[in-house]
């Protein structure tokens, strides 16, 4: 905030203030709303030169507010003349609205739930919303009739309505446009368990053959049927050699494992060979880069804290580098080889959900996300943009590797985010990620 901002916003509540006591002096009501202008100044006063959280502040405004609440609910009761209201729901606002206001006030939200009883701002806090419940049910049922109760369904039921009919069209609506859609679901998952397991296997591998003549991708889409002895680890734990240690952050904090991925075709030398390991800290993702040693080396033994991931198994298949790739992955595999039309006609209407499932060996699968898979050399699918991916210790521009999102329902790479990991030909043990939010 600079001092411009801030002097001209002092002077701005001062002269509200000024203009408020003017036009009401003598009331509390009145020194209570001339308050909060200058509570709100000095908050910024305090923010800038103290350099301190100004909660004590907020308490205070929100005291002030109670306040004013208060003496509405006085006034009411005082003189049954201002009282006279078509609902209840008036009265039921203001309770909540004080209930609130009184929770900030006395405790800044913490002890209202959980703490005990005992410990007096929770102890003052309850006693205050029992006086002001008993207040507000106090005018609440001088208030009451049958009239007035009458007038007070219909009301809710007028607002519940203005809220729900259109909640309700708009899911009626998604539910007719979804009938299709659900249908075709319905009829390639009963094509795909009545093909034959040979029948399945014979367009994958049509699929496999076809990808590996021009530029492709590896890809690794997650399977329910987790295996100890893949070379592929998403969660669980690395297999490392006995020299290795877990990474840890600057405050000696385990980092949490991510996946480990041995490379090899479509990555040229030096990359094919070799074993990246990604870790994930509070700040930063940590890629470790060694020579694959095979099927040697050992479970890694997780230090004390170590948060760790549950197994995700993967299935490893390659598909064509295409420009125009998105996660319709199917549907643009069906324009990239139009023989595939001819193989799947025969087994179903719905070449492209059937392809999903042959793709994912899932009669559930719904979706390809070609977007959302470990994908392994070829071009990077952006979210946001490129990056600037240069070695730390040659300045040289760093190969893309690898790709991969959240693979886990305990793993948050930020907001649905994608993970990209950076190599340098010259320095292959030196490797670098970037993390893109959608």
Known sequence: MSPVTFWMALIGAASLSGLVLSYRPSTLAGWLVAALPLIATSALAWIRWVKRPALWLGRLAAGVCMGLVAILVSRWLADPATASFRTIWPVVFVWAVGCGLQAFTITGWTGTAGE????????????????????????????????????????????????????????????????????????????????????????????????????????????DTPSADSAVRCGGLPRVSRAAAWPVDAHAVPATFLLQLPLGDPLPEPWCGRRISVYMT???????????????????????????????????????????????????????????????????????????????????????????????????????????????????????????????????????????VYGCDAHPQHCRAFVDEH
């Open 282 to 420: 509070a700040d930063e993702l940590v890629v470790l880069s060694e020579a694959d040693p095979g099927h040697e080396g050992i479970n890694a033994e997780p230090p004390a804290g170590a948060r760790l991931l549950p197994a995700q198994a993967t299935r490893s298949l390659v598909l064509p580098q295409l420009s125009a790739m998105t996660e319709d992955g199917p549907a643009d595999l069906l324009e990239w080889r139009p023989a595939l039309y001819e193989q799947l006609a025969p087994y179903g209407r719905d070449p492209d959900e059937l392809l999903t499932k042959i793709l994912m060996d899932d009669a559930a699968a719904v979706h390809f996300h070609t977007a959302a898979a470990l994908r392994v050399g070829g071009l990077p699918w952006y979210v946001q943009g490129e990056h600037d991916a240069r070695c730390t210790h040659c300045g040289g521009a760093m190969r893309f590797l690898f790709q991969f999102d959240d693979f886990s329902d305990d793993l948050l790479l930020g907001d649905a985010g994608v993970a990209y």
């Open 116 to 223: 005990p009883a005992g410990k007096f701002p929770v102890l003052l806090w309850r006693l205050a919303v029992i006086a002001w419940t008993l207040a507000c049910g106090w005018l609440l049922a001088r208030s009451l009739s049958p009239t007035l109760a009458v007038d007070s369904l219909i009301a809710a039921a007028q607002v519940l309505g203005i809220i729900l009919v259109p909640i309700a069209a708009i899911v009626l609506l998604v539910y007719v446009i979804g009938i299709p859609g659900r249908r075709r679901a319905r009829r390639a998952r009963a094509d795909f368990e009545r093909m034959a397991p040979s029948a399945r296997r014979e367009i994958f591998d049509f699929v496999q053959r076809e990808a590996l003549t021009g530029p492709y991708q590896q890809y690794h889409v997650a399977v």
